[in-house]
């Protein structure tokens, strides 16, 4: 499993937490081939799949190019609603996050994904 520098882990732990408060319950980081579940709230249960994640969140990656130059504008992140939460993913840079949370206001969602991907801009995949 790769992992992004003890520094940008930290950094993209504080802008989730900044965004979404006590509403965060996991944060994933990952690539092409690598996962790295880098939060995961004290109360949940660490049965996810989180190959199966990946593998529907990399998708992502094909995504970006796939709405290149339409007239929606680029491709930002992807927010999926679910009974009991959301699950939030942002890629950039050749990596990404995926982070789950309680319900919350819709628009801190948009917050939460420019700063998160302003934090994977500024480094390259491990």
Same mark, same amino acid.
């Given at each position: &499993?790769?992992?992004?520098?003890?520094?940008?882990?930290?950094?993209?732990?504080?802008?989730? *937490?900044?965004?979404?408060?006590?509403?965060?319950?996991?944060?994933?980081?990952?690539?092409?081939?690598?996962?790295?579940?880098?939060y995961l709230r004290s109360d949940l249960s660490r049965t996810a799949d989180l190959v199966g994640f990946a593998e529907n969140e990399r998708q992502g990656f094909r995504a970006q190019s796939l709405y290149a130059d339409t007239q929606l504008g680029d491709?930002?992140?992807?927010? *999926?609603?679910?009974?009991?939460?959301?699950?939030? *993913?942002?890629?950039?840079?050749?990596?990404?996050?995926?982070?789950?949370?309680?319900? &919350?206001?819709?628009? *801190?969602?948009?917050?939460?994904?420019?700063?998160?991907?302003?934090?994977?801009?500024?480094?390259?995949?491990?």
């Open positions: &499993m790769s992992q992004p520098p003890t520094d940008h882990v930290d950094e993209l732990l504080s802008a989730a *937490r900044t965004a979404t408060g006590d509403e965060l319950r996991s944060l994933t980081y990952f690539t092409e081939a690598d996962i790295d579940q880098l491709y930002h992140f992807t927010v *999926r609603v679910f009974e009991n939460g959301y699950l939030t *993913r942002v890629i950039a840079n050749g990596h990404g996050v995926w982070l789950t949370t309680d319900s &919350m206001e819709i628009d *801190r969602f948009e917050e939460l994904a420019n700063a998160l991907a302003t934090i994977l801009r500024s480094f390259d995949p491990a």
